[in-house]
T-cell receptor, first 113, second 112 residues
Framework: NAGVTQTPKFQVLKTGQSMTLQCAQDMNHEYMSWYRQDPGMGLRLIHYSVGAGITDQGEVPNGYNVSRSTTEDFPLRLLSAAPSQTSVYFC????????????FGPGTRLTVL | SQELEQSPQSLIVQEGKNLTINCTSSKTLYGLYWYKQKYGEGLIFLMMLQKGGEEKSHEKITAKLDEKKQQSSLHITASQPSHAGIYLCGASPSRNTGKLIFGQGTTLQVKP
C-alpha cells in the first residue's frame, strides 16, 4: 500500500492564481480530511469528508473548495490564492471515527507571493 | 482560541528529565490522538485513547485520558534527544462526525 499520497510536494503561486492540491489513499478509508499547519497554530482542519459525495467544513474553510467523487481521491482547490494561504497542507484518512489511527500524507508546502 | 488547548506551548528539558504535556477541552472528547512531528517532516502516530481513565504506554511515553474525557496528558520518562519535536493532540469534539481537530502543538527541545 502506498498509504496517503499528496502532490505536489512544493508549490509557489502568485496571488490570484488557482491550483488544486491532490490527495489519494489506497486503503479504502471512508474518512478523509485536509489540514493546514502554520507555526504556533498546530493543525487546523479545513474540510473533511465522511464518504464519497459527502463533504463538510472544518475550522478554516474560507478560500478552499473540496469534492469527493471517489473513495480514493480528495482534492483541495484554491480558487484565488492569497498570501495568507502560505502554509504546509496535510491530507489524512482513516477507517472510522474515534477508533482508528488517522494516517497522514507527507504534506505540500505552498508559498503564495 | 482553539477547542483543544495544549500546555505548555514549548518546553526545554535536560536529557534524562521527565516531562508532561497536557491537552484540555471544555467538551467531552471522542477519540484522543497523540502525534509527534520532527521539524519539517510528517506526523508520526504515537497512540490513541478512547475510554475515560484509559492509559497506554509505548517505550518511555505514557498517555492518559481522564475519566471525564476532557483532558489528556502525555508523559515522557527519562527524556532523550530523540524525543525532541512537536507533539500534537487531536480529538473529535462530537461523536461519529468524522471531524478530528488538533491543538496548537507543544514544541519539545531536549538538551544533551
Amino acid at each position: 500500500n502506498a498509504g496517503v499520497t499528496q502532490t505536489p510536494k512544493f508549490q509557489v503561486l502568485k496571488t490570484g492564481q488557482s491550483m488544486t492540491l491532490q490527495c489519494a489513499q489506497d486503503m479504502n478509508h471512508e474518512y478523509m480530511s485536509w489540514y493546514r499547519q502554520d507555526p504556533g497554530m498546530g493543525l487546523r482542519l479545513i474540510h473533511y469528508s465522511v464518504g464519497a459525495g459527502i463533504t463538510d467544513q472544518g475550522e478554516v474553510p474560507n478560500g478552499y473548495n473540496v469534492s469527493r467523487s471517489t473513495t480514493e481521491d480528495f482534492p483541495l482547490r484554491l480558487l484565488s490564492a492569497a498570501p495568507s494561504q502560505t502554509s504546509v497542507y496535510f491530507c489524512a484518512s482513516r477507517w472510522t471515527p474515534e477508533r482508528d489511527e488517522q494516517f497522514f500524507g507527507p504534506g505540500t508546502r505552498l508559498t503564495v507571493l | 482560541s482553539q477547542e483543544l488547548e495544549q500546555s505548555p506551548q514549548s518546553l526545554i528539558v535536560q536529557e534524562g528529565k521527565n516531562l508532561t504535556i497536557n491537552c484540555t477541552s471544555s467538551k467531552t472528547l471522542y477519540g484522543l490522538y497523540w502525534y509527534k512531528q520532527k521539524y519539517g517532516e510528517g506526523l508520526i502516530f504515537l497512540m490513541m485513547l478512547q475510554k475515560g481513565g484509559e492509559e497506554k504506554s509505548h517505550e518511555k511515553i505514557t498517555a492518559k485520558l481522564d475519566e471525564k474525557k476532557q483532558q489528556s496528558s502525555l508523559h515522557i520518562t527519562a527524556s532523550q534527544p530523540s524525543h525532541a519535536g512537536i507533539y500534537l493532540c487531536g480529538a473529535s469534539p462530537s461523536r461519529n462526525t468524522g471531524k478530528l481537530i488538533f491543538g496548537q502543538g507543544t514544541t519539545l527541545q531536549v538538551k544533551p
